[in-house]
């Protein structure tokens, strides 16, 4: 009798552990771990990082909002207006003059900024964010023109002033 409880009793809590285990799975698939930034939260981080000028923080952020959802344009745009800003800042502060930061690097990051341009303007053509497109291609502009890719520069300034018209910067540039 007292055996015949005791498996009862180890059974039920056995039972009772596998439906735990499978609520706490439930539970983690359908809304997420507390313990585990949304893409939203990488991408506020992100932000807030980006406008102290921690571009090399930031683009932590980026990267992991950006590797949640490879679709999220706004995580590629930000991602590779990131990179351009870090190159300006490496630029001005005579990091890459004085080889503290080899050409190969900046050359590297004009590259991957031009790919999340890319991705940010595929993405939003279906999307239909005009203003994010006008955005990521003066961004793409920018990205050729620093690699002196004039005739790619052009057509990505002329296809930005197609989303945004008004914008005198994409203009000046092109």
């Known amino acids: ?36 930034k949304s893409v939203n939260e990488h991408l506020i981080s992100g932000n807030e990082l980006h406008s102290d000028s921690l571009y090399d923080e930031a683009m932590i952020e980026y990267g992991k909002a950006y ?7 706004v995580s590629a745009y930000n991602a ?7 190159n300006y ?9 004085n080889g503290m930061v080899p050409d190969s690097l900046v050359l590297q990051r004009y590259e991957e900024a031009e790919r ?8 939003e ?21 620093h690699r002196m890719e004039l005739k790619e520069a052009e057509a990505a300034y002329k296809e930005a002033l197609r989303n945004d018209p008004a914008n005198e910067e994409t203009r000046y540039n092109l």
């Open 89 to 97: 800042q490496d630029i001005r502060s005579g990091k890459v003059e």
């Open 1 to 36: 009798m007292e055996d015949s409880r005791r498996k009862y009793i180890y059974v039920t809590l056995c039972v009772l552990a596998l439906l735990l285990v499978v609520y706490l799975a439930y539970s983690l698939i359908a809304h997420g771990s507390p313990l585990v």
């Open 125 to 145: 053509k279906v999307g239909k964010n005009r203003n994010l497109v006008a955005r990521a291609g003066h961004n793409l502009g920018l990205t050729h023109h």
């Open 80 to 86: 590779g207006t990131n990179l351009l800003l870090k």
């Open 67 to 73: 590797s949640m959802d490879t679709t999220n344009t």
């Open 116 to 123: 999340m341009m890319v991705k940010s303007i595929e993405g």
